[in-house]
């Protein structure tokens, strides 16, 4: 889509995005327009903290910290393209009402005999106490607001990516206004909220599931069941702050991308393994682990 | 004050998203012309295009530094609308430490009541959150009710309770465990706004300022209501023993009022050491606090203990000889 710009009047695109800088006048350009069935107005924003310069010490950071079987290059790669990015998504909330069934270990002790070889080869009986569980049924329900639900809803930025860089304070969410995202990049939503909703209501019921667990009475428990029914569901247009960048370690490989959370500096990426570590590795486990079992086998000597 | 629409607590001017339910509240519609267009945000000092500053969180202009003031997010700290005046005045405060003094059992110092100097006495209008909520709780719990080879059985249920009143400190002055033997003697009955003039007689006192900010208090009612409801729901278990009673509220209707309680903060100085007690401010019979210990006496009981012990084994020693 094409604007003029709001400075110099030149032509602008905004192609997936909902900001551009003028490559004639450099002025931060934000695209305002009412809001349309697939291309929501953003209700709130949760903004940056800190700068590209905040963001490259983060990495540095990190990229240091790597494990021994990283690619040692990538403690020596080169950056590229740092880009701070308003990623669209949507914060979901719900009550949730849920029905679960669970079996109930409860702990009990029981004193046993049982039977011993004295020193003089006579069997001897004696008694010890056991732990056991018994195990009973209970069904029942549990209910709350599941809140603070993110899901993606960025072409550019995949719902697993921004859950690892999460959570973000939402104390410090603020309502959206154009002042806050000009001069940065900011995507425009480009996922159905129907796809955006039904995902957020799988990591509702999986959140459910994680507060059953801790709900749930006795010592332990098995066979845990449950049935979550949403209702008063709230879907809100947000804009979260991510640093997304490439890390090239290899001219032969791709570029490794690190998501790095614009608010709260979490970094999520994946390292790629130096193999020859890793075999090495490997390699030197089985010889300990044979000379140990050849010190353990040879004093007895051979069978027989 | 408007309501949220799903869970009807109250919304407070500024909140972007119910305290409770987190439901967003929604914007004021804009008033919009309908023509998409690109536009640029412009410094007011000096008319250059503008970008937001992560460091100035505000729009800051690359030319002339000026930052441009936008709508921040509202996280004030909190101020009490309500006061309870004291009931207790400065002497019958003074005659409350005394007597309690006078109580102070066995191992107290016998010249404590007369020789204890009385350095300060302040009256303190202490911050708090009064609350007032209504919920679906469901529990679950071990009781012995319906037990087999183990002692315990699990059970589950659910009930519906009001919460009225609840006191949830928020106070920088007191302890929590101060506030807590407080609480339960107030007459909130009697509260008045802060603003109130003082009537003749009436004990004049600071009024605390709240220790948390609006954000961070709601994590600290929704715990305090928690609590109480584990409490709340401890006669609905069945059997005469319980164990791992858990709880989980979905609330609704919940509104808050921020309320300055009174009480009197002694500190007194007993041969050198300070010591400091607490008088409530609406009865002068709640008096609690610290006090010395005569350590001669301590040291002589125990005399006596172990004397009787060396003796008692003395006789049991000679009987198994």
Redesign the interface.
């Known amino acids: 889509m094409t604007f003029a710009c709001g400075h110099c009047g030149a032509g602008l695109q905004f192609t997936g995005v909902r900001t551009e800088t003028c490559p004639y006048c450099a002025s931060p350009n934000f695209v305002e327009r009412p809001p349309a069935a697939n291309q929501p107005h953003p209700e709130l924003v949760v903004a940056f903290t800190g700068d590209a310069s905040v963001a490259r010490r983060k990495l540095d950071l990190w990229l240091g910290s790597r494990t021994w079987f990283a690619d040692a290059r990538i403690k020596r790669a080169r950056i590229e393209d740092l880009r701070g990015v308003y990623v669209p998504a949507y914060l979901y909330s719900a009550v949730a009402h849920t029905e679960y069934t669970v079996s109930i270990g409860e702990h009990y002790t029981e004193i046993e005999t049982y039977e011993t070889t004295g020193a003089e080869g006579k069997k001897q009986t004696e008694t010890r106490s056991v732990t056991r569980t018994e195990y009973r049924p209970l069904s029942g329900n549990h209910v709350g607001y599941v809140t603070d639900v993110l899901a993606s809803a960025s072409a550019g930025l995949a719902h697993g990516e921004l859950q690892a860089v999460e959570p973000y304070d939402l104390l410090a969410v603020r309502r959206y206004s154009p002042a806050i995202i000009t001069g940065w990049i900011a995507e425009e939503f480009s996922r159905e909220p129907d796809d955006c909703r039904r995902v957020s209501r799988g990591d509702a019921v999986d959140e459910v599931g994680q507060r059953l667990r801790r709900f749930l009475p006795g010592d332990s428990h098995s066979d845990l069941a449950w049935r979550t029914t949403v209702s008063w569901e709230s879907l809100a247009p947000i804009l979260v702050p991510v640093w997304v960048l490439a890390v090239r370690y290899r001219e032969d490989k791709a570029a490794l991308r690190v998501v790095i959370n614009g608010q709260t500096g979490a970094i999520a990426g994946k390292v790629p393994l130096a193999w020859w570590k890793v075999s090495l590795a490997i390699a030197v486990a089985a010889v300990v682990i044979a000379a140990v079992i050849v010190a353990i086998v040879s004093p007895g000597g051979p069978p027989g | 004050m408007t309501a949220c629409t799903?869970?009807e607590t109250a919304l407070e001017a500024g909140d972007?998203?119910c305290a409770?339910?987190?439901?967003?509240v929604?914007?004021a519609a804009q008033p919009?012309d309908?023509?998409?267009?690109?536009?640029?945000?412009r410094c007011g000092e000096c008319g250059a295009?503008?970008?937001?500053?992560?460091?100035a969180?505000?729009?800051r202009c690359g030319f002339c530094g000026h930052a441009?003031a936008?709508?921040?997010?509202v996280?004030p700290i909190e101020a009490a609308r309500l006061r309870l005046p004291f009931s207790v005045d400065r002497e019958a405060a003074e005659r409350a430490l005394r007597g309690w003094l006078g109580r102070r059992g066995w191992f107290a110092p016998e010249a404590l009541s007369s020789e204890a100097v009385l350095e300060s006495l302040t009256p303190l209008s202490w911050a708090a959150w009064l609350v007032n909520a209504e919920a679906?709780?469901?529990w679950?719990?071990?009781s012995d009710a319906g037990?087999?080879?183990?002692?315990?059985?699990?059970?589950?249920?659910?009930v519906s309770l009001g919460f009225h009143d609840i006191i949830v400190p928020a106070s920088r002055g007191l302890r929590e465990a101060e506030a807590r033997q407080l609480i339960p003697y107030y007459e909130l009955g009697r509260a008045v706004g802060v603003d109130r003039p003082l009537g003749a007689g009436e004990v004049a006192s600071a009024i605390e300022s709240f220790d948390a900010q609006r954000?961070?208090a709601r994590r600290h009612v929704q715990d305090a209501i928690e609590a109480t409801a584990k409490v709340r729901v401890e006669p609905q278990i069945p059997g005469r023993r319980y164990?791992?009673v858990?709880v989980?509220?979905?609330l609704e209707r919940q509104t808050t009022e921020r309320i300055a309680l009174p009480a009197w903060i002694l500190a007194y100085r007993y041969r050198g050491n300070p010591y400091r007690a607490i008088v409530h401010g609406q009865h002068a019979d709640v008096v609690f606090g610290q006090s010395p210990i005569d350590w001669s006496k301590v040291g002589a009981l125990l005399a006596i203990v172990a004397t009787i012990a060396a003796i008692v084994a003395l006789v049991v020693l000679l009987r198994l000889a």
């Not at chain 2, 309908?34 to 945000?41: C, H, I, T, W, Y």
């Not at chain 2, 059985?153 to 659910?158: F, V």
Request: charged share 15%; aromatic share 4%; net charge positive.
């Open positions: 799903r869970c972007l998203r409770i339910c987190a439901l967003p929604p914007a919009s309908g023509k998409p267009r690109a536009q640029v945000l295009a503008v970008a937001f500053s992560a460091e969180q505000a729009p441009m936008i709508e921040q997010p996280d679906l709780v469901t679950t719990a071990d037990a087999n080879r183990s002692p315990w059985a699990p059970h589950t249920g659910q954000s961070a164990r791992n858990h989980a509220c979905l």
